[in-house]
Each structure stands twice: as structure tokens, then as C-alpha cells.
């Protein structure tokens, strides 16, 4: 059974159908692309897949279950972590903190523990501080884990946000153009950083990109997305040299 | 979860590393318990050897009640970062509540004025409930509307019921406030506060102030945390009102009006938005600044305005800023946690 199963996934705004009749099936332990031309509705996808909208038709499922409907907070819960197009972290915290918020569902102390300092508060709190140190080891950000998040270059923020949504511990992990506004040189590092990510966290990744070289050099499937239906689907190789996907990009 | 094996030097540097990092927490933990003991030993002696006066011991038990009103209000404004004008509501709520409790009530002080703390302190935790629900539906400037005019429709309920007294107020309640009861009640507040804001559900309610969208795609659960912070905040404000209630003797709904809760804003925002000790010293100055300004009387609340605006510029001029990060290394205690 695939990890991710959507099903004819749909979402009108007013008239307008953003996203139509989407269908998509990932395995488990894929890494997997969607792409398209601006505003073919490949965040609204996103939007969908995290409970920010409810869609208007279709179903999807993560490993069986079915999660339309469910608010955010509930999706992430059951196993979807998301980053976004437009960096989202929690800019005052410090680094480490970002990411223990990411890890806050999976301790069970709860606020009189907080307040009180019980044992449970410290050997919790102790756990929590080890595996953030190591999930920050992960990408390199262990030296910046006291500077407030706003103060790190833009490309340490993509990794902090990647390491945040992991540290919620999901099955699923969605990157909104993780590549974003990087250069070359970034963006080679990205790569090998998402292929580890995929290969020691055992994750299964959904991602949206417009940079061609990752998306040929990572994704072994893709879906390109026009006008909110799909245009094309299947092996990367094969879909980047599809001619309708290049006039889609290019025009005619 | 991916683990690389360790060599024995880089675990021992680990190890240290995390040592230094305890001793540094330590070390300010320690710090605040020896000056929270030295100011309440200090001012003590200052009462029993008459160095403070009348007026000054006076003004003590207000300071502490700022304190508690600041330090309450800043969870709210400073870590939740929703904007609430309606402080002074939660105070007098629980102000009414305690001082009716003290005033029927017939047991012994050392039970009955705890007792009354926190019958006022729960009474207005419920109000922090009611005025919550909305605060998940609205933010910003529509909240800070809606908490405005909670403080108004609570003062002016208090003013046309009988059992509060109505406007001329409620008479009657012995005077159990004293320096101790209120530096006690001061400290927890600030223990509890400080130590929320340090725990998960502390960063919880940071993280919504910072990002409430991706807040809640980490799975934060936004609805009861800002309730939390209400009823949190609103709980130690009415546990304040109870103290102000038990120091002046008498309640009047016009106190609690929204001057009151603009003053305590002042306090918070001149202390610096989730900054605990700035809450603290801001509150022991705004509180003493008009009593020291009372010799020069017609020029009174010019010059204490004049004196609020250059605070609050030199408190973001970049200077002072550096005095404080200087005074700070000396001292070897890092930096704060919440906003700049």
C-alpha cells in the first residue's frame, strides 16, 4: 500500500477551480516532485495535503488513514510535516528552540510539571535538549543553536525549517521550493542534504521546486501541475522530456 | 534517528560543554534566588529602622502588586503577543470576588487572606476563560478592542450591583496586606511565570506569538495555549486586585478603569515586551516616580510624562542597549529570552 494515497483531491475558490481532480499515489521511502508554472496551484496542494483548506472533492490518506477534514494541527499529529515557500520560522526563538518546538507533542510533562520543575520536567526537558543537538548536527547548525533564528543566513533558515518540520517526527515531508532564492553551490548542498534526510530518517518526501537541476537530480517521480490538473505524471527523466511539459514551461 | 558513533574526546568535550552550559543556567537561577532574599531582608530592615518612612513603606506593597499586574500582563502581551487593554478588569473581578470573601468570611487571617487570594485569583481565571474564547477568533487590534471594552462592561456591572457596594464603594475590608504577604505573592508570580515560559508550553506560546501559521503545522495546539495564557495571567491579576483590595481598605470601581489598565501596559511595554526583569524594574520605577515627583505638585504628571517618553527612547537606544550587554558579561549571565 502506498504511504500517501490521494484520490481525485479538488478545491473550487468562488468559480475557480485551483486544484482539479489531483491524484497521486507515493510509496514509502520516495522522494517525489511536483511542479509547474506559476500558479498552477502546486501550493494549494500543499494547502490541502496540511488541512489549511478542505478540499472540495476527493479523499487522501496517509498509510490508510483518512485525513480530509482534519485540521492542521491533527495532520501533523498523525504524520504530515510541512516547510513553506516563504521561510515561516519562529524568528525570535532561539535555533534550538525552533526545533524543541518541533518536538513539543512528543513529550508528555504537562504545564504543572513545567511550572513546578517536577523530576518529569527535567528528564524530559534533558531528552528534548539531546535529540534537538542532534537533529541540528544533522545540518550543520549545532554552532548556532543560542542566535535567534532571524539572525541566520537564508540558507541556514531553509535548514532550520526542514529540521523543525522533522523534528515533529512525520511520516511525510512536504518542502515547498526548499531551493528557493539559493545559489548553485546551495543548492547542491540541499540536495545531498535531502537525500540524507530521506535515506537516515527513513522518510518519504514530497516536494515542490522550479530549479530543474534538483528536481532531475533528486526526485525519482514527478507530477507536473498546469492550471490546477496534472499534466504529466511518472519518471522524472521521462516527464522533464515531455513535450507538452516543455511548452507548458517554455510556451509554444 | 541518525547517530554517529562517538570517539571518546569528542564525548568528553560534549560532556563538558553541557556542564558549562548547567553551571552557567546555575548560576543564574542562584543569582535571582540571593537578590530576590537580599531585597526582601533590605527592605524589611528599611521598614523596622523607619529609613523608608511612612510614605515609603507605604509604597511597597504597591510595587509588589505592579509586579504581579506586569509580570502577568507580560505573558500575554509579550509572549503570546496579543495585545490585551483589559488588565485592570481581571483585577478588579478578582479585587470584588476576594475582598466579599474576607468580608463574610469568619475564619483565622493566616487561612482566610490565602484563601482569599485565591478565590480571586480562580474568579478572575474564569474571566480569563470568557475573554479567551474570543481572543481565539480575533487578533490584534480587533482583540485588544474587545478586552477594552470587557474592562468597561465589568466596571460598570460592579457600579450598579449592591453587594460590591455599587459607586461608592466597598467598605469594610481589614487591611491584611503587608510587605511580606505581598513580596510572598509577587515571587510566585514570578516563579510560575518565568518558569512557564521556560517550559514546552512556554515555547508553545512563544511560537504562536512568532508565527501562529506554522505554529499550528508543527502541531501546536493554538486554541488552548492562548487560553492558557489568559487564564494564566488573568489568575495572578486577580490575586493582585485581592492585595490591593486588602491594602487600601476600600474597592471603587473607578480605579479599575481603563487608565489602570494602560498604566500596567506602560509598565510591560517599558520593560521590554518578554522580558521578565525589565517587567520587575519598570514596575518598581513607574510606581515610585510619581510618589517622588509629588514636591513638585502642579508640575506633577508633566514632568512624569516628560520622564515615561525619554524612558521609553533611551530604552531603545542602541547605547543603553550595549551598557546593558556589558553590565550583563560582567555579572556572567547571558542574554534574555523573548523579544528584543
Same mark, same amino acid.
Given at each position: 500500500?502506498p504511504?500517501?494515497?490521494?484520490?481525485?483531491?479538488?478545491?473550487?475558490?468562488?468559480?475557480?477551480?485551483?486544484?482539479?481532480?489531483?491524484?497521486?499515489?507515493?510509496?514509502?521511502?520516495?522522494?517525489?516532485?511536483?511542479?509547474?508554472?506559476?500558479?498552477?496551484?502546486?501550493?494549494?496542494?500543499?494547502?490541502?495535503?496540511?488541512?489549511?483548506?478542505?478540499?472540495?472533492?476527493?479523499?487522501?490518506?496517509?498509510?490508510?488513514?483518512?485525513?480530509?477534514?482534519?485540521?492542521?494541527?491533527?495532520?501533523?499529529r498523525?504524520?504530515?510535516a510541512?516547510?513553506?515557500?516563504?521561510?515561516r520560522?519562529?524568528?525570535?526563538?532561539?535555533?534550538?528552540?525552533?526545533?524543541k518546538?518541533g518536538?513539543?507533542?512528543?513529550?508528555?510533562?504537562?504545564?504543572f510539571?513545567g511550572?513546578?520543575?517536577?523530576?518529569?520536567?527535567?528528564?524530559?526537558?534533558?531528552?528534548?535538549?539531546?535529540?534537538?543537538?542532534?537533529?541540528?548536527?544533522?545540518?550543520?547548525?549545532?554552532?548556532?543553536?543560542?542566535?535567534?533564528?532571524?539572525?541566520?543566513?537564508?540558507?541556514?533558515?531553509?535548514?532550520?525549517?526542514i529540521a523543525?518540520?522533522?523534528?515533529?517526527?512525520?511520516?511525510?515531508?512536504?518542502?515547498?521550493?526548499?531551493?528557493?532564492?539559493?545559489?548553485?553551490?546551495?543548492?547542491?548542498?540541499l540536495?545531498s542534504?535531502?537525500?540524507?534526510?530521506?535515506?537516515?530518517?527513513?522518510m518519504?518526501?514530497?516536494?515542490?521546486?522550479?530549479?530543474?537541476?534538483?528536481?532531475?537530480g533528486?526526485?525519482?517521480?514527478?507530477?507536473?501541475?498546469?492550471?490546477?490538473?496534472?499534466?504529466?505524471?511518472?519518471?522524472?527523466?521521462?516527464?522533464?522530456?515531455?513535450?507538452?511539459?516543455?511548452?507548458?514551461?517554455?510556451?509554444? | 534517528?541518525?547517530?554517529?558513533?562517538?570517539?571518546?574526546?569528542?564525548?568528553?568535550?560534549?560532556?563538558?560543554?553541557q556542564l558549562?552550559?548547567?553551571?552557567?543556567?546555575?548560576?543564574?537561577?542562584?543569582?535571582a534566588v540571593?537578590?530576590?532574599?537580599?531585597?526582601?531582608?533590605?527592605?524589611?530592615?528599611?521598614?523596622?529602622t523607619? /529609613? #523608608?518612612?511612612?510614605? %515609603?513603606?507605604?509604597?511597597? +506593597?504597591?510595587?509588589? =502588586?505592579n509586579?504581579?499586574? $506586569?509580570v502577568? !500582563? &507580560?505573558?500575554?502581551?509579550?509572549?503570546l503577543?496579543?495585545?490585551?487593554?483589559?488588565?485592570?478588569?481581571?483585577?478588579?473581578?478578582g479585587?470584588?470576588a476576594?475582598?466579599?470573601?474576607?468580608?463574610?468570611?469568619?475564619?483565622?487571617?493566616?487561612?482566610?487572606?490565602?484563601? /482569599? #487570594?485565591?478565590?480571586? %485569583?480562580?474568579?478572575?481565571? +474564569?474571566?480569563?476563560? =470568557?475573554i479567551?474564547?474570543? $481572543?481565539?477568533? !480575533? &487578533?490584534?487590534?480587533?482583540?485588544?478592542?474587545?478586552?477594552?471594552?470587557?474592562?468597561?462592561?465589568?466596571?460598570?456591572?460592579?457600579?450598579?450591583?449592591?453587594?460590591t457596594?455599587?459607586?461608592?464603594?466597598?467598605k469594610?475590608?481589614?487591611?491584611?496586606?503587608?510587605?511580606?504577604?505581598?513580596?510572598?505573592?509577587?515571587?510566585?508570580?514570578? +516563579?510560575?511565570?518565568?518558569?512557564?515560559?521556560?517550559?514546552r508550553?512556554?515555547?508553545?506560546?512563544?511560537?504562536?506569538?512568532?508565527?501562529?501559521?506554522?505554529?499550528?503545522?508543527?502541531?501546536?495546539?493554538?486554541?488552548?495555549?492562548?487560553?492558557?495564557?489568559?487564564?494564566?495571567?488573568?489568575?495572578?491579576?486577580?490575586?493582585?486586585?485581592?492585595?490591593?483590595?486588602?491594602?487600601?481598605?476600600?474597592?471603587?470601581?473607578?480605579?479599575?478603569?481603563?487608565?489602570?489598565?494602560?498604566?500596567?501596559l506602560?509598565?510591560?511595554?517599558?520593560?521590554?515586551?518578554?522580558?521578565?526583569?525589565?517587567?520587575?524594574?519598570?514596575?518598581?520605577?513607574?510606581?515610585?516616580l510619581?510618589?517622588?515627583?509629588?514636591?513638585?505638585?502642579?508640575?506633577?504628571?508633566?514632568?512624569?510624562?516628560i520622564?515615561?517618553?525619554?524612558?521609553?527612547?533611551?530604552?531603545?537606544?542602541?547605547?543603553?542597549?550595549?551598557?546593558?550587554?556589558?553590565?550583563?558579561?560582567?555579572?556572567?549571565?547571558?542574554?534574555?529570552?523573548?523579544?528584543?
Open positions: 500500500m504511504l500517501l494515497q490521494v484520490k481525485n483531491l479538488g478545491i473550487n475558490f468562488g468559480g475557480l477551480k485551483a486544484v482539479d481532480d489531483f491524484s497521486v499515489n507515493i510509496e514509502k521511502g520516495m522522494l517525489y516532485g511536483l511542479i509547474g508554472p506559476n500558479g498552477a496551484g502546486k501550493t494549494t496542494v500543499f494547502n490541502l495535503l496540511t488541512g489549511v483548506y478542505k478540499p472540495s472533492t476527493g479523499t487522501f490518506r496517509l498509510d490508510g488513514q483518512i485525513l480530509n477534514g482534519k485540521s492542521p494541527i491533527e495532520i501533523n498523525m504524520g504530515i510541512r516547510t513553506f515557500q516563504n521561510i520560522l519562529f524568528s525570535h526563538m532561539s535555533v534550538m528552540d525552533n526545533v518546538v518536538l513539543h507533542n512528543h513529550q508528555t510533562y504537562n504545564v510539571d511550572i513546578f520543575r517536577t523530576p518529569k520536567y527535567y528528564r524530559e526537558e534533558k531528552a528534548m535538549n539531546e535529540e534537538a543537538v542532534e537533529l541540528l548536527k544533522v545540518f550543520d547548525l549545532e554552532k548556532e543553536k543560542d542566535n535567534r533564528a532571524y539572525n541566520l543566513p537564508y540558507g541556514k533558515q531553509r535548514k532550520l525549517e523543525r518540520a522533522l523534528a515533529t517526527k512525520p511520516k511525510l515531508l512536504l518542502l515547498d521550493e526548499p531551493a528557493a532564492g539559493m545559489n548553485p553551490n546551495e543548492t547542491e548542498e540536495m542534504t535531502i537525500r540524507f534526510v530521506r535515506d537516515n530518517f527513513d518519504t518526501i514530497l516536494l515542490i521546486e522550479h530549479d530543474m537541476r534538483l528536481v532531475g533528486i526526485c525519482e517521480e514527478v507530477t507536473v501541475l498546469n492550471f490546477g490538473t496534472e499534466l504529466a505524471k511518472g519518471k522524472t527523466s521521462e516527464v522533464l522530456n515531455d513535450p507538452r511539459v516543455i511548452t507548458a514551461y517554455l510556451g509554444e | 534517528m541518525a547517530k554517529k558513533q562517538m570517539t571518546g574526546s569528542e564525548k568528553l568535550i560534549l560532556a563538558q560543554t558549562k552550559a548547567n553551571l552557567k543556567k546555575r548560576k543564574k537561577t542562584v543569582f540571593i537578590l530576590g532574599i537580599a531585597a526582601f531582608i533590605i527592605c524589611n530592615v528599611l521598614i523596622s523607619g /529609613a #523608608l518612612g511612612r510614605q %515609603g513603606s507605604g509604597l511597597l +506593597v504597591p510595587i509588589c =502588586i509586579i504581579m499586574l $506586569a502577568s !500582563l &507580560n505573558l500575554i502581551v509579550g509572549f503577543g496579543e495585545l490585551s487593554l483589559g488588565h485592570a478588569g481581571f483585577m478588579s473581578v479585587a470584588y476576594g475582598c466579599l470573601f474576607t468580608i463574610h468570611a469568619n475564619l483565622p487571617t493566616i487561612i482566610e487572606f490565602p484563601l /482569599a #487570594l485565591i478565590i480571586g %485569583g480562580l474568579t478572575a481565571a +474564569v474571566f480569563g476563560v =470568557i479567551g474564547l474570543p $481572543a481565539l477568533r !480575533l &487578533n490584534g487590534d480587533y482583540l485588544a478592542i474587545v478586552t477594552l471594552a470587557f474592562g468597561e462592561i465589568i466596571r460598570s456591572i460592579i457600579n450598579s450591583l449592591d453587594f457596594g455599587g459607586a461608592g464603594g466597598l469594610g475590608i481589614n487591611k491584611f496586606s503587608n510587605f511580606s504577604v505581598a513580596y510572598i505573592a509577587a515571587m510566585i508570580t514570578i +516563579v510560575v511565570i518565568v518558569n512557564l515560559v521556560n517550559s508550553h512556554g515555547r508553545a506560546i512563544t511560537a504562536i506569538r512568532d508565527n501562529i501559521i506554522s505554529a499550528e503545522a508543527t502541531g501546536i495546539n493554538v486554541v488552548f495555549y492562548k487560553l492558557l495564557s489568559f487564564v494564566i495571567a488573568a489568575f495572578f491579576a486577580g490575586a493582585a486586585g485581592v492585595l490591593y483590595g486588602h491594602h487600601l481598605a476600600i474597592l471603587k470601581p473607578g480605579t479599575f478603569d481603563f487608565n489602570k489598565s494602560i498604566e500596567i506602560v509598565i510591560v511595554v517599558l520593560g521590554g515586551m518578554g522580558s521578565i526583569p525589565g517587567s520587575i524594574i519598570a514596575a518598581i520605577v513607574i510606581t515610585l510619581p510618589e517622588v515627583l509629588r514636591d513638585l505638585s502642579d508640575y506633577r504628571m508633566l514632568i512624569y510624562s520622564a515615561l517618553i525619554v524612558m521609553m527612547l533611551s530604552s531603545s537606544s542602541t547605547h543603553l542597549a550595549e551598557l546593558r550587554m556589558k553590565i550583563r558579561k560582567k555579572l556572567g549571565l547571558s542574554g534574555r529570552k523573548g523579544v528584543a
